[in-house]
């Protein structure tokens, strides 16, 4: 539960808040057992060692393991705590900021002292894993080798816009399966995946309609293509 290297000059001495999280609303050991290994709780800490405008300033930026659940974080007596949950760097997750100030009322604010400071952290980015199939069957079954895949947002009913990154993608047919992945999408957005393949003669690709889901931060879905 530890952070990594949070170390704090005199401004910080003295003064600890305990952060507990919650993702999404869930208990964190299961909540991160869904989202890629290696994602953490990154802190930006911005600390101040009185409440002047002249006060000087000490900024710590320490991380936690997303299943920690938790980490004692030193602060000076006033401060300002931003939490981001990042995978590979980019930001997948935000909380509310968190203020430090002696005699703060324990409101999800935390206070000089030794306080714990209660944060949910909301999950913001997704990642999709579309498993492709041919009228059924498996890519190897198929006899298809490779798929050509598109991803679109749909902003709104009938507005495709294709994702940045995710045009025209080449997918291959690899120990028997055929999967599509690809980040940075919105959380409870509506996107689409479409994709041809051709086999023996014979040109396959999913319906006019694509194959439509809402993003989570975990999304797993399977898209079957039809002879055309």
Same mark, same amino acid.
Request: glycine share 12%.
């Given at each position: 539960?530890?952070?990594?290297?949070?170390?704090?000059?005199?401004?910080?001495?003295?003064?600890?808040?305990?952060?507990?999280?919650?993702?999404?609303g869930?208990?964190?050991?299961?909540?991160?057992?869904?989202?890629?290994?290696?994602?953490?709780?990154?802190?930006?800490?911005?600390?101040?060692d009185?409440?002047?405008?002249?006060?000087?300033?000490?900024?710590?930026?320490?991380?936690?393991?997303?299943?920690?659940?938790?980490?004692?974080?030193?602060?000076?007596?006033?401060?300002?705590?931003?939490?981001?949950?990042?995978?590979? /760097?980019?930001? =997948? %997750?935000?909380?509310?900021? #968190?203020?430090?100030a002696?005699? !703060?009322?324990?409101?999800? &604010? @935390?206070?000089?002292?030794?306080?714990?400071?209660?944060?949910?952290?909301?999950?913001?980015?997704?990642?999709?894993?579309?498993?492709?199939?041919?009228?059924?069957?498996?890519?190897?079954?198929?006899?298809?080798?490779?798929?050509?895949?598109?991803?679109f947002?749909?902003?709104?009913?009938?507005?495709?816009?294709?994702?940045?990154?995710?045009?025209?993608?080449?997918?291959?047919?690899?120990?028997?399966?055929?999967?599509?992945?690809?980040? /940075?999408?919105? =959380? %409870?957005?509506?996107?689409? #995946?479409?994709?041809?393949?051709? !086999?023996?003669?014979?040109? &396959? @690709?999913?319906?006019?309609?694509?194959?439509?889901?809402?993003?989570?931060?975990?999304?797993?879905?399977?898209?079957?293509?039809?002879?055309?």
């Amino acid at each position: 539960m530890l952070l990594a290297s949070a170390f704090c000059t005199s401004a910080c001495s003295g003064y600890d808040v305990d952060v507990v999280w919650t993702i999404d609303g869930k208990e964190p050991a299961a909540a991160c057992s869904s989202l890629p290994d290696g994602t953490d709780v990154h802190f930006s800490i911005r600390s101040r060692d009185d409440n002047s405008a002249g006060a000087l300033v000490t900024e710590t930026s320490p991380t936690a393991a997303c299943a920690d659940g938790g980490a004692k974080l030193a602060t000076g007596p006033f401060a300002e705590i931003v939490t981001e949950l990042r995978s590979d /760097g980019v930001v =997948v %997750g935000v909380a509310p900021a #968190v203020r430090v100030a002696p005699g !703060a009322p324990d409101q999800g &604010y @935390g206070a000089a002292g030794s306080d714990v400071a209660s944060i949910d952290l909301r999950i913001t980015s997704g990642t999709v894993d579309a498993t492709l199939t041919v009228v059924g069957e498996s890519c190897a079954d198929a006899g298809v080798d490779s798929f050509t895949v598109t991803l679109f947002a749909i902003p709104e009913p009938r507005t495709l816009v294709p994702v940045d990154g995710a045009v025209d993608i080449e997918v291959a047919c690899t120990d028997g399966a055929a999967v599509f992945s690809h980040g /940075g999408l919105n =959380v %409870g957005g509506q996107y689409m #995946v479409q994709a041809t393949a051709s !086999a023996g003669g014979t040109n &396959y @690709g999913t319906p006019s309609s694509g194959a439509g889901f809402v993003a989570a931060a975990a999304t797993f879905v399977t898209v079957d293509l039809q002879a055309r």
